[in-house]
């Protein structure tokens, strides 16, 4: 059953990941996976063995999710963009309680609230920028295109694990996310290649640097979490009309939020009887 949560966990960060305005780096923190996928992702053989079941797990279950939504999410923000953006609001809603306790586990100092309203503050400006509507045209792969592509997924991948910074959204604002979403769809290798390599330097470079916040400056770097997942309602934000549509968007947002927070109180207790299991079992560990 354990094996099958984690499944499903990574099908919603690849879910998470295709959505312009959604992070994956969110996701993985409303699953309770985030600290455990960045301490993860290493090109140590030791830490990639212990780690490898979940690994695939979860890589596995994103794919699925990349490949089997994204045709419905993109019909659904088409053609329900409100009630689909509260849907995935009231989701993040529902885990900033559990994400909060997380960051004041081992206590708390006003001085955590700059880091906070740092990471709200560039969440608030990310807001306000418009994406420009004219994608770039790159057709055969050229040197050029090669650099620009390599820089695109690295940038997108490195703001794809950082919680509340969506990789889809920064490669609308450069123009490439047309491009390479159709890259992927007519399985374009060429062009692809660069992408996949600037993404794979990304990731490990960006997974690095947060793992070591994470073990020096933990409280820190949570609270800003908790900013930057609390900051990523405001893009995600899509404005508010009062009628019927208006009304089926909150009720959207109330079920997502109550679903949310219960899976987070769910996982912790099956969590809290995982560690008394093992616990029993090697009553010397």
């Not at 996701?27 to 780690?51: Q, S």
């Not at 330097?201 to 690095?208: D, P, S, T």
């Not at 909150?250 to 207790?269: E, F, G, I, R």
Request: with cysteine; aromatic share 10%; proline share 5%.
């Amino acid at each position: 059953m354990e094996r099958v949560i984690l499944f499903i966990k990574g099908m919603l960060i690849g879910v998470g990941n295709i959505i312009p305005g959604v992070s994956g780096g969110t996701v993985a923190v409303m699953a309770g996976v985030y600290d455990e996928l960045i301490g993860a992702i290493t090109l140590k053989w030791k830490v990639l063995k212990k780690n490898l079941q979940f690994l695939i797990l979860l890589g596995l279950g994103m794919a699925v999710g990349i490949f089997a939504f994204s045709g419905v999410l993109s019909y659904l923000f088409e053609n329900f963009p409100m009630p689909t953006s509260f849907a995935f609001m009231g989701l993040i809603i529902g885990s900033l309680p559990d994400i909060a306790k997380r960051a004041a586990k081992s206590g708390y100092a006003p001085r955590y609230l700059l880091p906070m309203g740092i990471a709200i503050g560039v969440m608030a400006i990310i807001a306000f920028v418009k994406p420009d509507s004219a994608a770039m045209k790159i057709g055969a792969l050229s040197v050029s295109n090669f650099f620009l592509l390599f820089f695109a997924g690295l940038i997108a991948a490195v703001s794809m694990i950082v919680p509340g910074i969506s990789g889809s959204f920064v490669l609308l604002v450069i123009g490439l996310y047309e491009p390479i979403l159709h890259a992927v769809a007519k399985l374009n290798i060429p062009l692809l290649i660069p992408v996949v390599l600037g993404a794979a330097v990304g990731i490990l470079g960006g997974a690095k640097v947060i793992d070591y916040l994470l073990h020096h400056y933990t409280r820190a770097t949570y609270f800003a979490i908790l900013g930057l997942v609390a900051g990523s309602l405001l893009v995600l934000y899509p404005g508010f009309t009062v009628n019927l549509n208006g009304l089926i968007s909150l009720l959207c947002l109330v079920l997502a939020a109550l679903v949310s927070y219960l899976l987070t109180v769910l996982d912790k207790k099956s969590s809290e009887v995982q560690e008394v299991t093992v616990a029993k079992e090697d009553p010397e560990a």
